[in-house]
């Protein structure tokens, strides 16, 4: 894919391409601004770490005020050389005592900054691990469909992608201004006690350098910006390129070769953009960079030119210094003004997602029952996926009874697991409601709902944690968090003897990722799933295919369980397999998003209808294919 220049945002700034609209005075009117999300950074460093923060800023303040000290020093040292080259009498007790004071100078200089780059990695690494947590921690809030949405994954990659740095850079930026503000504000006034012409021109000379990195800056923000999915395609090559779980297939199919495509053809997207930028950031520095050279030699010119004069010597010695130290002051405070702004339009990204909304379900105050009475009901219920116009389920309407398995069924994509999905509120009806004993799931606390439904998800998740934290993550909400629950449950998904062989028994890192890890089959790490489900004290309990991988004695073995009725507990059992469906008590038959047909299995095999179907074709020992019963969906 082309990584062609895209405007950046809101039509402003151009990547790699086109020009940069300038409006100069919105432009010196933002830079004027650039230091205020650096004071909003300071003000998050503060919470992150007072004394760091305190440290940084008494040592900024005072390391601003040595170059001023030391021009000074320097004058009163020439001044103590000339009186002592003029004089008969000796002088050496005032040259020693200003050399003295000159090399105190120099190493407080240097103890100093290294104080204040201790404080500031401090405070660095503090803040940037406050705002990842504050990251991470958003992140959690979002609904599922939120999570789903291609730009909110843009802007979390963005957002995870500048928090390492940015804030920490603005951060030193600021403390720099700060430095530089007090060194140029210092030293400024002694040159322009001397010479306000040189001060003049020594403080102009930085700003075309500064003007150009300022407009390269924000040529690589909108570069960067407008490159969001190309970076997560470049990512995604990456990962399947690397990981085990991809690695398999590509080794397979032999698909290195298409991942190398795709990852070069991404790549040589990201390099030309960027080598055209470079060209175009070259272009613009050359007159920049020879405008402020010549706005140097001009200070020094004028200043030589001035001091000629044999009574100035002292003076001039002074000045040349005071040159040098204000033009590096003004290059270092332009600079730390440009980065400043330069980051805090990176930064953005990080509070422009930390600023989505994050549309909190609405919940009540009920607590969800521990026993279930009257049942589930669904009442007209229809859901569409966001951005799909089509519904996943339309008008359902049921009752799941207590004490009650049943099982659902239907062909892929009839929205059995959307089904699912609904009753925990991971996704919301767009249509209908789900009652429980008679009240709105929307009315029950949104943690109490999600401690009471359990699933073992069709896509469950292998976790690379320990053995035993692969079950007990089904603890984490519960009282009673005692490891005999979790050997219990790993008996009843039969695997405890298994796991108590391994090295570390259930200490045991779980897959292959980190050191030490074991790997477990498909079908292990289902029935670890399971037991991270049944550990749960909950009243409704969804299974999404939960046999899927296992072999068919283990599957024998653990259908007693998975469908032994419990009094006051709901189960939803979504299976395609009938030896799991037969055990059920009844029967939802799905259909394209309907509710096509409801019983036991007798009465629905006397129906004669899709149930039937399904139930022929599997023990004729084939399936009918998608859509085929009832027409393609
Ligand atoms: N996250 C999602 N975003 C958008 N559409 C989705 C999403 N998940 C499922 N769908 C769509 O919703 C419909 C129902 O999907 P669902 O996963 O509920 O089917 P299913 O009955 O569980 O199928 P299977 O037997 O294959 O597991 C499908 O058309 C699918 O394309
Ligand atoms: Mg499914």
Known sequence: MAAAPRPGRRGRGRAGG?????????????????????????????RSDRA?????????????????????????????????????????????????????????SQVLILLQSRAMQRCQSRLSAHLSDEIIS?????????????????????????????????????????????AFGSVGAILWTLDYRVALLAVLAPVPTVVAQILQGKRAHALEHGRSEERRRLTYWQ?????????????????????????RKLLAGIVGADLRLANRNFRLAIPMVVLTAALTVSAQATAILAGTDARHV??????????????????????????????????????????????PLPEGELAFPEEISAGVEFRDVSFSYPGSGRHALENVSFTLKPGQVTAVVGLNGAGKSTLGKLLGRLYEPTGGSIVVDGVPLADFRLDSLRDRVSYVFQNY???????????????????DRAAGRVEAAAREVGMHEHIAALPQGYGTQAGKLFTGGVEFSGGQWQRLAIARSMVRSASVRVMDEPTAALDTITEAELLDTLTTATAGRVSLLIAH?????????????????????????????????????????????????????????
């Open 239 to 263: 990962h399947l390129a690397s990981q085990p779980d991809s690695m398999k297939e590509v080794l397979a199919f032999r698909l290195a070769p298409v991942v190398l495509t795709h990852h």
């Open 314 to 359: 002292a003076g001039l010695l002074a000045v040349i210094q005071a040159i040098g130290m204000l033009q590096s002051s003004a290059q270092m405070l332009y600079g730390a003004l440009s980065g400043m702004y330069v980051n805090q339009l990176f930064l953005r990204n990080v509070n422009e997602f930390l600023a989505i909304e994050h549309t």
């Open 138 to 182: 958003r992140a959690g809030r979002f609904t599922l469909s939120q999570v789903e949405d291609p730009k909110i994954q843009d802007s979390l990659q963005r957002a995870v992608r500048e928090v390492g740095f940015r804030p920490g850079m603005l951060l030193s930026q600021l403390v720099q201004t700060v430095t530089q503000v007090v």
């Open 461 to 479: 998740v292998q976790y690379q944690l320990s053995v035993g934290e692969n079950i007990s993550l089904g603890l984490v909400h519960e009282a």
């Open 577 to 633: 397999r009938f030896s799991s469906v037969l055990r059920a008590d009844r029967v939802l038959v799905f259909d394209r998003g309907r509710l096509v047909e409801d019983g036991d299995h007798q009465e629905l095999m006397g129906l004669g209808g899709l149930y039937a179907r399904m139930y022929e074709a599997q023990t004729a020992g084939h399936e009918p294919a998608a859509g085929a019963a009832t027409g393609a969906r």
């Open 18 to 46: 086109g020009r940069v609209p300038v409006n100069p005075r919105s432009r010196l009117r933002r830079l004027a601004q650039a230091p205020r999300p650096g004071l909003k950074v300071l003000g998050q460093s503060w």
């Open 52 to 108: 760091g923060t305190a440290q940084v800023i008494v040592t900024s303040l005072v390391v601003g005020v040595l170059p001023a000290c030391q021009v000074t020093l320097t004058a009163a040292f020439a001044t103590a050389l000339l009186r002592a080259a003029g004089s008969s009498r000796p002088q050496a007790g005032d040259i020693l005592f200003y050399l003295g004071l000159l090399a105190l100078l120099g190493l407080g």
